[in-house]
């Protein structure tokens, strides 16, 4: 089964090295805030040059992808490591996401002051078509 | 309501980073350790590390291609 068949310290070293020459292939973003990518107005999310960042993203993941395949076909990493790689980038990405909602939901701009003026007008536009003779009608 | 936003804001970040946490620990620094010490009783046994993130995609795909199959036939159902 998966880790148990001839597993060695030095193989799963070999991994880590791996992950951690990832993060350093990682400064193809520098420059670009991971924290950028949230919610600024409730409607609209921004990215600065989206096409150049899912470019490099693609070029990132092949890279990646070609130096793992690499090191399996070499038998530098044991064949039963063979889903570590993709299944631990697929995880923390689902994690990242759902922190980074989290994170937005909780910086969330609720705005107390306008919320307070948008009722005051919308009491002065009742009133003013009320007196136009239009019924508003809710409530 | 407010808090209730932060309050669901706060959940998802702690599950979030519990989950990277544990499945970080699982995944890399565990197989350093020796088979005979007191942190394995914490952890399943490490073939479920591939198991379970596999399964729950799996889940997830077919949820939504159940939650795609019924919006079209709804739509279908109305356009006849």
Known sequence: MLFTSFYSPASHWLCISFFLSCTVLLHLFKGFKWFEIKIRT????????????????????????ALWIGLLQASIIPQSHTWLLPIYFIVSLGCYGLFMVGVGLMRFPTCPQEALLLQQDIAEAKDFLKQKGVDVGSN | ???????????????????????????????????????????????????????????????????????????KKKKA
């Open chain 1, 42 to 65: 409730p409607e609209l999310v921004f990215i600065a040059n989206p096409v150049k960042h899912v470019l490099k993203l693609l070029s990132l993941l092949v890279v990646i992808s």
């Open chain 2, 1 to 75: 309501m407010e808090l209730a936003d932060r309050a669901v804001g706060f959940l998802l970040t702690f599950t979030s980073l519990s989950i990277f946490t544990y499945y970080t620990f699982w995944v890399i620094i565990l197989p350093f350790v020796d088979s005979d010490n007191f942190i394995h009783n914490y952890f399943l046994p490490q073939e479920y590390a591939i198991l379970i993130p596999v399964c729950a995609g799996v889940v997830l795909l077919s949820l939504l291609c159940i939650f795609i199959g019924l919006v079209l036939l709804k739509s």
